[in-house]
């Protein structure tokens, strides 16, 4: 049963700390999104990657966050320093374009204390 | 830029009851995907039921059926014989068939089963 896997599930960190949080997205699928969902915001895009490539991070604060796929199999998305504002779960997603559908990872639940 | 708009914060229906969703979009585009996504407790984001904005027919997965109005800019979801493991928030979807960015959701909709 394909599915996207991210990890951690749960984090909790301290002001100031890097985070890390990793995706391995459905095989054979050539698009990756990060999404952040927080009460006040509902979901918002972060970043987007086609093929690898980074398509748009225009949703993403650049000063501290930063989104890489090293490979097909992993996407990953660093903050760098956290801030107790970056407290949200961050979903990972792919896709086949230009289907259209999008399969989501169980989210990476932040706290920044 | 789109936007998608769920004007139901929160709505509850007695089981076994149909209930309908409300969503609406707005672009300038002609062609592009819309979606029902269903968000459990458990926080896994689960996709309804899909449709593509060329097909006049409305989309039906089992208990689940859209109605789609293009010219209205309107896509609403109903359930059909709720059941207890429809409770859930249900988030509306769009996104252009080009594929130059990813969906918009709207601010979504927490569906409340009475038994």
């Known amino acids: 049963d394909a599915r996207v896997t991210q990890t951690p599930r749960h984090k909790v960190t301290e002001m100031g700390q890097e985070v890390t949080m990793r995706c391995q997205p459905i095989l054979g699928h050539n698009t990756v999104f990060w999404y952040r969902q927080t009460m006040m915001q509902g979901l918002e895009l972060l970043a987007y990657f086609r093929n690898r490539a980074p398509l748009d991070d225009s949703g993403m604060p650049k000063d501290r966050f930063s989104a890489e796929m090293p490979d097909a199999t992993l996407a990953t998305l660093k903050i760098q320093p956290s801030e107790p504002r970056d407290s949200a779960v961050y979903f990972c997603a792919s896709g086949f374009d230009p289907v259209g559908e999008l399969f989501f990872g169980e989210g990476s639940r932040l706290t920044v204390l | 830029a789109q936007t998608v708009t769920q004007s139901q914060p929160e709505m509850s229906v007695q089981e076994a009851e149909t209930v309908t969703l409300s969503c609406t979009y707005d672009?300038?585009?002609?062609?592009?995907?819309l979606f029902w996504y269903k968000q459990p407790p458990s926080r896994q984001m689960i996709l309804v039921i899909r449709?593509?904005?060329?097909?006049?027919q409305n989309a039906t997965e089992n208990r689940f059926s859209v109605n789609f109005q293009k010219a209205a800019k309107s896509f609403s979801l109903k359930i059909s014989d709720s059941q207890l493991g429809d409770a859930a928030m249900y988030f509306c979807a769009y996104r252009s068939s080009g594929g130059a960015d990813g969906l918009t959701f709207g601010k979504g909709t927490h569906l409340i089963i009475q038994p």
């Open positions: 672009t300038s585009e002609s062609d592009y995907y």
């Open positions: 449709q593509e904005a060329y097909k006049q």
